[in-house]
């Protein structure tokens, strides 16, 4: 305004510096001129603001525009500048600028505040009139700095400041805002509005895994770390302070080792038989109102050592083995159990080699170091061994590996395999018996004789019955079934035999039932001699009928040899001879030299030659017992051949040809 008084101030725009201290700006220069001069105003928060103060009246006539440079100048070294342009023109109106009721402007607001929400007015006035008067505003720009009026805007009549975007105290804590009012005649006011943003709880804490130790070994003393955890809260003030704790606290602790930093340590000894696997949860848990919490589970497992020894269900096991097993068939199958894994739950079992009648229990029973199955190297005999009584050992494969033992004893059940033997009477390769003089005035039920037997075999097996073969009712004497005793039925006549010939049956109670016959001869007679004319009799009888049964024998035979003589004589003269054929003269290297291998020198072996050998070899290759069994069949020696190459001398080599040709 050409009217304009002398002293008058002009707010000029304030240059920036994004130095700091002594290197942000620190005066400002006008160009030479005879109108203005400069003066910088110090606002309360230190920062310089540069003023334009006209010195001498203005005449809009003599020079309506007026060009001056500001140049803003810093305390660095060297010193940088940064100039700008001051065009002023003169008029004849409009002579007061907007004046705003506050320089600075401060507001507190939520960073949870919703968007376009107002958070202030600013409000400034003009003395002027008119278009003069009307007042705009607006964020201010300055070269380079655009970087908040993004989250806000503002109302260019009413100058309510609103948000226009969400607030987040972590990322920006507050904000700097510069407003000037513009009247009608584009004179321009500024002031700055500062926005604090206040922190909600609005962020759970985070829990961050830093190390891991996994598998840990059941062995670990109580106090080894098992991981190391951060925990971190984005929030300010009692919002960001975190409480944490653990879900397993008996099991695991939790320990503070410096600022947002934990370790999670055993508590206890752990077992991996009771749990090989935990899920440990870390809770976190803000003291903000409301509370804002996290977990976060992490898995650890629990590697095994060897610290359990194998188990047997019984310390021990009986089994029932019927004799007359077959050799190298599987009798029993004992396991243990190892709660471990991997080799150390792997069990080996072995027999304790003890004796049995001189011979090392191998040779009687193997095992399978890998299934305990149990076999028999030979068949047993209920009357030699009733029972066998072994020490089991299962040891596993761990380091250093454990054991446990188990008795099994191995109980031989008998089988009907004993015939009755019959003690008394004695008898002969015949099978019969001593005759047995029995008085003729003997009363009914007189004892007689008394058949005794014996069976090898025990219980059920051993029990015998005595009858008659074939089972009648004999009219003349009777058996006891239980003692074998013979007694007489009745009284004797006359007319009766006298001479009566007895088979008496001994069987057992087993199955398949075993029997055993005797025959006993029974003469009614009071004396010997009453006795030799009647077997005199006998015999002559026996012996004549005997002699007509060969002489029949003989003369079949006989004419059997010619019938076949004169078949053969008439077949030889049927057939025409053939020519023999001409091989020539047959040299004497046709045939090998004997071999000496081929001579059998029974005098040097070991062995008998009329026993043959059966080999039993045990499944477990740690066995390498023989057993030798017995077998009945003839070999015979022609069938033999002595391997044994060690070399012979000449002249032992052609006595033994010849011995060998005889």
């Given at each position: 305004?050409?009217?304009?008084?002398?002293?008058?101030?002009?707010?000029?725009?304030?240059?920036?510096?994004?130095?700091?201290?002594?290197?942000?700006?620190?005066?400002?220069?006008?160009?030479?001129?005879?109108?203005?001069?400069?003066?910088?105003?110090?606002?309360?928060?230190?920062?310089?603001?540069?003023?334009?103060?006209?010195?001498?009246?203005?005449?809009?006539?003599?020079?309506?525009?007026?060009?001056?440079?500001?140049?803003?100048?810093?305390?660095?070294?060297?010193?940088?500048?940064?100039?700008?342009?001051?065009?002023?023109?003169?008029?004849?109106?409009?002579?007061?600028?907007?004046?705003?009721?506050?320089?600075?402007?401060?507001?507190?607001?939520?960073?949870?505040?919703?968007?376009?929400?107002?958070?202030?007015?600013?409000?400034?006035?003009?003395?002027?009139?008119?278009?003069?008067?009307?007042?705009?505003?607006?964020?201010?720009?300055?070269?380079?700095?655009?970087?908040?009026?993004?989250?806000?805007?503002?109302?260019?009549?009413?100058?309510?400041?609103?948000?226009?975007?969400?607030?987040?105290?972590?990322?920006?804590?507050?904000?700097?805002?510069?407003?000037?009012?513009?009247?009608?005649?584009?004179?321009?006011?500024?002031?700055?509005?500062?926005?604090?943003?206040?922190?909600?709880?609005?962020?759970?804490?985070?829990?961050?895994?830093?190390?891991?130790?996994?598998?840990?070994?059941?062995?670990?003393?109580?106090?080894?770390?098992?991981?190391?955890?951060?925990?971190?809260?984005?929030?300010?003030?009692?919002?960001?302070?975190?409480?944490?704790?653990?879900?397993?606290?008996?099991?695991?602790?939790?320990?503070?080792?410096?600022?947002?930093?934990?370790?999670?340590?055993?508590?206890?000894?752990?077992?991996?038989?009771?749990?090989?696997?935990?899920?440990?949860?870390?809770?976190?848990?803000?003291?903000?109102?409301?509370?804002?919490?996290?977990?976060?589970?992490?898995?650890?497992?629990?590697?095994?050592?060897?610290?359990?020894?194998?188990?047997?269900?019984?310390?021990?096991?009986?089994?029932?083995?019927?004799?007359?097993?077959?050799?190298?068939?599987?009798?029993?199958?004992?396991?243990?159990?190892?709660?471990?894994?991997?080799?150390?739950?792997?069990?080996?079992?072995?027999?304790?080699?003890?004796?049995?009648?001189?011979?090392?229990?191998?040779?009687?029973?193997?095992?399978?170091?890998?299934?305990?199955?149990?076999?028999?190297?030979?068949?047993?005999?209920?009357?030699?061994?009733?029972?066998?009584?072994?020490?089991?050992?299962?040891?596993?494969?761990?380091?250093?590996?454990?054991?446990?033992?188990?008795?099994?004893?191995?109980?031989?059940?008998?089988?009907?395999?004993?015939?009755?033997?019959?003690?008394?009477?004695?008898?002969?390769?015949?099978?019969?018996?001593?005759?047995?003089?029995?008085?003729?005035?003997?009363?009914?039920?007189?004892?007689?004789?008394?058949?005794?037997?014996?069976?090898?075999?025990?219980?059920?097996?051993?029990?015998?019955?005595?009858?008659?073969?074939?089972?009648?009712?004999?009219?003349?004497?009777?058996?006891?079934?239980?003692?074998?005793?013979?007694?007489?039925?009745?009284?004797?006549?006359?007319?009766?035999?006298?001479?009566?010939?007895?088979?008496?049956?001994?069987?057992?109670?087993?199955?398949?039932?075993?029997?055993?016959?005797?025959?006993?001869?029974?003469?009614?007679?009071?004396?010997?001699?009453?006795?030799?004319?009647?077997?005199?009799?006998?015999?002559?009888?026996?012996?004549?009928?005997?002699?007509?049964?060969?002489?029949?024998?003989?003369?079949?035979?006989?004419?059997?040899?010619?019938?076949?003589?004169?078949?053969?004589?008439?077949?030889?003269?049927?057939?025409?001879?053939?020519?023999?054929?001409?091989?020539?003269?047959?040299?004497?290297?046709?045939?090998?030299?004997?071999?000496?291998?081929?001579?059998?020198?029974?005098?040097?072996?070991?062995?008998?030659?009329?026993?043959?050998?059966?080999?039993?070899?045990?499944?477990?290759?740690?066995?390498?017992?023989?057993?030798?069994?017995?077998?009945?069949?003839?070999?015979?020696?022609?069938?033999?051949?002595?391997?044994d190459d060690s070399g012979l001398e000449n002249k032992s080599l052609e006595d033994s040809s010849n011995s060998f040709m005889q």
């Amino acid at each position: 305004m050409e009217l304009t008084s002398p002293g008058t101030r002009f707010s000029l725009q304030n240059a920036e510096d994004p130095d700091i201290g002594v290197n942000t700006i620190q005066s400002y220069k006008l160009s030479d001129n005879q109108y203005f001069i400069l003066k910088e105003k110090i606002s309360n928060d230190g920062s310089r603001s540069p003023e334009l103060v006209l010195e001498k009246p203005l005449d809009r006539e003599a020079q309506n525009v007026h060009k001056i440079l500001l140049t803003a100048l810093d305390g660095g070294n060297p010193v940088r500048s940064g100039t700008a342009i001051i065009k002023i023109i003169v008029t004849d109106a409009n002579d007061n600028f907007p004046i705003f009721t506050h320089e600075v402007y401060k507001v507190n607001i939520n960073e949870d505040t919703p968007i376009n929400t107002t958070i202030i007015t600013v409000n400034a006035t003009d003395r002027d009139e008119g278009v003069n008067a009307q007042i705009s505003y607006s964020f201010s720009k300055t070269s380079g700095n655009v970087h908040h009026t993004g989250m806000f805007s503002i109302n260019p009549i009413s100058g309510e400041v609103k948000t226009n975007k969400p607030l987040d105290f972590e990322a920006v804590m507050n904000y700097e805002l510069s407003i000037q009012a513009k009247d009608g005649g584009d004179l321009i006011s500024h002031c700055k509005l500062l926005i604090e943003v206040i922190d909600v709880n609005d962020n759970a804490p985070e829990i961050s895994l830093t190390s891991l130790s996994s598998p840990v070994p059941e062995d670990s003393p109580p106090g080894t770390v098992i991981a190391l955890i951060r925990v971190h809260d984005q929030d300010s003030g009692a919002n960001g302070e975190v409480d944490c704790k653990l879900t397993e606290e008996i099991i695991f602790n939790l320990v503070l080792t410096s600022e947002s930093y934990y370790r999670i340590v055993t508590a206890i000894f752990l077992d991996r038989e009771k749990v090989y696997t935990y899920n440990i949860t870390i809770l976190a848990k803000d003291r903000g109102s409301p509370s804002l919490s996290n977990r976060k589970s992490i898995t650890l497992v629990v590697s095994d050592i060897n610290d359990n020894p194998p188990l047997f269900m019984k310390s021990t096991y009986n089994t029932y083995l019927p004799e007359n097993n077959l050799p190298g068939s599987s009798i029993y199958k004992i396991q243990a159990s190892d709660p471990d894994t991997g080799d150390n739950a792997k069990i080996i079992y072995t027999i304790l080699n003890t004796m049995e009648e001189d011979l090392p229990i191998s040779s009687y029973l193997s095992m399978n170091i890998e299934t305990g199955d149990l076999y028999a190297q030979r068949s047993f005999d209920y009357e030699k061994h009733k029972e066998f009584v072994i020490q089991v050992t299962a040891r596993d494969n761990g380091s250093p590996s454990l054991s446990s033992n188990a008795t099994l004893i191995i109980h031989i059940v008998d089988q009907n395999d004993n015939v009755p033997k019959i003690l008394y009477p004695s008898v002969d390769n015949a099978g019969s018996a001593m005759f047995e003089m029995v008085p003729f005035a003997s009363e009914p039920g007189s004892l007689i004789t008394k058949v005794i037997a014996v069976d090898m075999d025990s219980g059920h097996n051993s029990w015998l019955s005595y009858d008659f073969m074939p089972i009648l009712d004999s009219p003349y004497f009777t058996i006891n079934q239980q003692t074998g005793e013979i007694r007489t039925l009745r009284m004797f006549q006359e007319k009766d035999t006298l001479n009566h010939k007895i088979v008496v049956v001994v069987r057992d109670n087993g199955f398949p039932s075993l029997s055993a016959t005797v025959t006993v001869s029974l003469v009614i007679a009071d004396n010997f001699q009453q006795v030799i004319p009647k077997f005199s009799n006998e015999i002559n009888e026996d012996t004549q009928s005997n002699l007509q049964l060969y002489l029949v024998i003989s003369l079949a035979l006989i004419s059997l040899l010619f019938i076949i003589t004169v078949l053969l004589v008439i077949i030889s003269k049927c057939k025409e001879p053939k020519p023999a054929p001409d091989f020539g003269t047959l040299g004497t290297t046709l045939y090998p030299p004997i071999d000496p291998r081929i001579l059998s020198w029974y005098s040097d072996g070991s062995l008998p030659l009329p026993n043959s050998y059966n080999v039993c070899v045990a499944l477990d290759s740690c066995e390498n017992d023989f057993t030798y069994v017995n077998s009945t069949q003839e070999v015979p020696v022609e069938n033999l051949i002595d391997a044994d190459d060690s070399g012979l001398e000449n002249k032992s080599l052609e006595d033994s040809s010849n011995s060998f040709m005889q």
